[in-house]
């Protein structure tokens, strides 16, 4: 769509001050504003789509024959993660090479959580002028981030910052604290209107309706209610971490984390009379592989683009504040035409922004 609107060279990092993602996410976000030697970004987002249909399989490679059977998945996880991150660590590395934080084409904010210190770490580009130690590599944050538990290993690497003090982190998936990481993004740029950041000021903290946010979920199985209290009430430690292929108790605490972020800018965005200017895009709708984090067949990744193709076509949706169910809303469109709708904003803005001067080029904060 930007590339309709203005041209072959558009990319998605000249539109948004800020984008973030979890996990996954975190490695598209990376792609989408990582410079290349032109200091323009290394991937579009039309390259993401080809990217994971090249490396999905050898990033999760299938098991077949007796350690495909569901006893020695069980056994290969309980002595150590299911997949030894290899091939991703080798694949993101070359991709990203010395690329460090602060060098992003634009903001950025990608979550990780610290399995030493038991906190989160928000590798954020507006952190960095105050918290140097942050300015880690991108291949870093990325391994970092998406290090699942149960799936891949934690990883652990040091930073230095400019006056030589060495700083050790211990990292594993963001998704354990920010599965949807939007209230991070946004949280970070209220920081920057507190802190009355000439970008951003005058627009005061609480005028949140001057957010314009896209956020794209990767799918869930919420709909296929494949647990229920009654089973439950017999699982032991063995039951909540691997029951019938998936993993109950990562599964309840990823889905909470995300529905709840859903949940606040529901209400957040309906209070403030701006609704039209948040877009949640997530399929609930999807059952038994297709929901799987790991399933790397070419019959399965296949099966997923056209889920996301046909998303697309599905109407805009919003959460149902009383249920927690998604819902379409009246005259809302499809994703489709509200993509288009929201494109053609941010172009205008740009466009905006390159006739001002560079002290008040940003009147307005996008969040993603």
């Excluded at 701006?274 to 059952?287: A, F, G, K, P, W």
Aim: hydrophobic share 35%.
């Amino acid at each position: 769509m930007e590339v309709e609107l203005d041209g072959e060279d558009a990319r998605l990092a000249d539109y948004f001050d800020v984008i973030s993602g979890t996990s996954t996410g975190g490695l598209v976000t990376a792609m989408l504003t990582a410079p290349d030697k032109h200091n323009r970004p290394l991937f579009a987002a039309k390259d993401i789509k080809p990217f994971y249909l090249e490396h999905c399989p050898r990033i999760f490679p299938q098991p077949s024959g007796l350690g495909g059977t569901f006893m020695a998945k069980v056994m290969r996880q309980l002595g150590g993660p299911k997949y030894d991150g290899q091939y991703l660590h080798e694949v993101v590395k070359e991709k990203l090479g010395e690329i460090r934080l602060h060098e992003t084409i634009t903001n950025i904010v990608i979550p990780t959580f610290d399995i030493k210190t038991l906190q989160p770490i928000i590798f954020s580009s507006y952190q960095i002028k105050k918290h140097p130690s942050l300015d880690a590599k991108l291949s870093d944050i990325c391994i970092s981030t998406s290090a699942a538990p149960t799936y891949l290993p934690a990883h652990q690497f040091t930073n230095k910052d400019p006056k030589g003090n060495v700083h050790e982190f211990n990292l594993i998936d963001g998704g354990v604290c920010a599965n949807n990481p939007t209230l991070v993004a946004m949280n970070q740029v209220t920081k920057q209107m507190i802190n009355e950041n000439p970008d951003f000021f005058p627009i005061k903290p609480s005028d949140y309706s001057r957010f314009l946010i896209i956020s794209l979920g990767t799918g869930t199985a919420k709909n296929e209610e494949k647990f229920n209290a009654k089973m439950a009430a017999k699982w032991g430690l063995l039951d909540w971490l691997t029951h019938s292929g998936s993993t109950p108790l990562i599964d309840v605490f990823s889905q909470s984390s995300s529905d709840m972020v859903d949940f606040h800018l529901a209400t957040l965005t309906r209070a403030l009379h701006s609704e039209h200017n948040y877009l949640r895009i997530q399929d609930d709708t999807l059952m038994g592989n297709d929901s799987s984090v790991d399933i790397s067949t070419k019959e399965n990744l296949d099966r997923l683009s056209q889920i996301g193709e046909n998303l697309l076509k599905k109407p805009v949706s919003r959460m149902n504040l009383e249920n927690g169910q998604t819902q379409p809303i009246e005259n809302g469109g499809t994703n489709e035409e509200a993509l288009k709708r929201f494109a053609k904003i941010l172009s205008q803005e740009r466009r905006l922004r390159d006739m001002k001067s560079p002290h008040t080029k940003k009147p307005s904060y996008y969040a993603k």
